[in-house]
């Protein structure tokens, strides 16, 4: 992971790039990611087209096919506004991947590096470009939170220390640590198809772990790990309620304009 320089001023206008799983499973963390971007005074484009990053292809060992599905996105963003995905994952994607998908193809591999050097995760977003505080907040009811990043989004974006540094803000909010933290969920995209059996033992662990804290509930900025856990939760009848980390920031912080 490299250290990256943030703008000193926030900007005015901002796309958002929702990721296939948020459109598809968990719209809500899409429409409160919206929400956040806009109270902060940004006004939010969402291009109608976009699809997938290509990471499931990707990761599969598939890149004409990542290539093909990411090649789909790049004319999507044309204006140089910063580009925030509610996914640590397929921002890392977006970010670290893309520009070496075109790097046989100079002009496609430029535009892909423009779009990468303004890709941004929304939790980053918020703590490093747009300095969100929550300083004059009511605690509200509180709630003790276990914190699940994702392997990807931890390693390539970091993402971990900006989802901590936003959770611990809270007022009312107490984040517990578990044995398993920075353990996979097992989810990994297509790994969980092909590796059923262990991929299940995986989440199995994960979700006994973070029971074990007595935790209200799990806060996950990526949606694969969040139907992952959340699932096995469920059919485990374990109680661990999950939420995305746009929908719990916005509920927690008065979810008002």
């Given at each position: ?133 929550f300083d004059d907040l009511p605690a509200g009811d509180h709630e003790r939170v276990v914190l699940h990043t ?34 996979c969920c097992g989810f990994g995209g297509t790994f969980s198809l092909k590796h059923a059996d262990i991929s ?58």
């Open positions: 992971m490299q250290s990256r320089q943030y703008p000193t001023t926030a900007p005015s206008q901002v796309y958002l790039f929702g990721t296939c799983l948020v459109d598809l499973f968990v719209p809500q963390a899409g429409l409160d990611a919206v929400r956040l971007l806009e109270r902060e005074g940004l006004t939010v484009h969402f291009p109608r087209g976009q699809s997938c990053c290509g990471q499931p292809a990707y990761s599969s060992g598939n890149p004409e096919q990542a290539r093909k599905v990411a090649r789909a996105q790049l004319d999507l963003f044309r204006e140089p506004w910063p580009i925030i995905v509610p996914s640590g994952s397929c921002g890392g994607m977006m970010r670290h991947h893309w520009p070496t998908l075109f790097a046989e193809d100079p002009e496609t591999a430029a535009l892909a590096s423009d779009i990468a050097s303004r890709t941004y995760e929304l939790a980053e977003f918020l703590l490093n470009v747009l300095h969100v505080r994702s392997c990807a989004a931890r390693r390539e974006m970091g993402t971990r220390v900006h989802g901590v540094a936003l959770v611990d803000a809270l007022p009312g909010v107490t984040r517990v640590e578990h044995e398993r933290e920075s353990e299940g033992a995986m989440v199995r662990d994960k979700v006994a772990s973070a029971c074990a804290t007595g935790c209200d509930r799990l806060v996950s900025a990526d949606c694969g790990c969040l139907l992952n856990i959340g699932h096995a939760a469920a059919h485990a009848g374990a109680p661990l309620p999950v939420e995305h980390l746009a929908s719990f920031l916005w509920r927690r912080t008065g979810g008002a304009a």
